[in-house]
């Protein structure tokens, strides 16, 4: 595979991201399946099939069943759905550090091994963590602000501090998108690659911001044309039949893995065109940290 470094752009093009993305998954198909069936196909399909067998427990032409359900039986069920999700969101953050080591050394001309990228994502997973809870509590104070101002002023306050809110809020987002990539490429600290992040971004954050809308829309329209075919079946039923729990959790479990792979992948190659933009780095000095 012959070295792909390119000369320096002049500036972030979301064009050659999404070129060089989707070239990145065309040559490493075996390896992007091997990665995304360990760390989110195999733990979403779990998750799934829990959530979706509960599902089927309920029989929706017939709401008094569900007022007379046992209440520790649904508290033990939410726990459960809590442990299962923060597995995966851990299992997630896995996937998504695996596939920046995996993108970086394609776009280096070598092929990447699924072993290196496993252990690269495992021994970052701390600091990955810490990257993803700053950035979850950060949300989380922006929705505790517009709750508070809702309650000082009535109907209009959540409103009004959305609206201030949401631009600083975007730019925010935009500024530490690259901060898991930076982590495992550089090997800084949490604070520190979300700081160089911020640095790298700066100046290219409406080009990442179309990107990741062209993205985050495209995720919606599959999510939402699975969503409504497998809830106007569940709506027709009154139920959900075996073949029906089967079909919807594995179903569900690839259109996620799909989109969380496209967007990793997406997200990684940014990283090294925001790192040509800025500084002219070439993909090979890139690889000189884990040689």
Known sequence: MATTTLERPDKFRIGRVFSNSFAVIGRN???LVGL?????????????FWNYSNFANINIANPESIAVADPSAILRNSLISMAFGLIYFVLALL???SLVRA?????NGKRPAIGDCIQIAVRCILPTIGIGLVIFLTMILAMLM???????????GALIAFIVLLVPG?????????????LIQERL????????SRALTKGSRWSLFGLLLILFLAAIAIQMAFALVFGFTFA????LSTVGLVVGAIGSALVSTVVSTVISVAIAVSYVELRQVKEGTSVDELAEIFS
């Open 189 to 196: 600290g949490v604070f520190s690659s979300m700081s160089r």
């Open 146 to 156: 517009m709750f508070v101002a809702g309650m000082l002023i009535p109907i209009f």
């Open 170 to 182: 975007i730019m925010l987002l935009l500024g530490v998108s690259v901060s898991v990539p930076v």
């Open 103 to 107: 993108t970086i050394e394609d776009l």
């Open 36 to 48: 995304a069936a360990l760390f989110s196909a195999l733990p979403a399909l779990v998750l799934n």
């Open 29 to 31: 198909p075996g390896l």
């Open 236 to 239: 027709i039923t009154g139920s």
């Open 95 to 97: 996937f998504q550090s």
